[in-house]
């Protein structure tokens, strides 16, 4: 049964940092692009960032560019988003996502295929 488990969610003051972890299983993964997609509150769900799946191709939302790293372990079957220089508007729920092939823009989130149940993230002091 295909599967995408997120953790590393928590409270940060604002400035501060986490790592979100992505962990798949019941696929190969080693064949899917992820998606990082976060929704706050109110609001619709939003792409933070994609990567390919041999890792070489990435991209940002203009939101998070320069402060959030995505990476992945394909013998972990393991992605990451590492989340520096935390705002108040970081405050969301934050899922990943996956979709088979080479590359899936976050912008398209109905691109993504299967989803996990997210980790909530809150910037607050």
């Known amino acids: 049964q295909l599967q995408l488990v997120e953790s590393g969610g928590g409270l940060v003051q604002p400035g501060g940092s986490l790592r979100l972890t992505c962990a798949a299983s019941?696929?190969?993964?080693?064949?899917?692009?992820i998606g990082w997609f976060r929704q706050a509150p109110g609001k619709e769900r939003e792409g933070v960032s994609s990567?390919?799946?041999?890792?070489?191709?990435?991209d940002y939302a203009d939101s998070v560019k320069g402060r959030f790293t995505i990476s992945r372990d394909n013998a972990k079957n393991t992605v990451y988003l590492q989340m520096n220089s935390l705002k108040p508007e970081d405050t969301a729920v934050y899922y990943c996502?996956?979709?088979?092939?080479?590359?899936?823009?976050?912008?398209?989130?109905?691109?993504?295929?299967?989803w996990g149940q997210g980790t909530q993230v809150t910037v607050s002091s």
């Open positions: 996502a996956a979709a088979q092939g080479y590359w899936t823009d976050y912008r398209v989130p109905s691109y993504y295929d299967h």
């Open positions: 019941g696929f190969n993964f080693d064949y899917y692009a």
């Open positions: 990567i390919s799946y041999s890792g070489d191709s990435i």
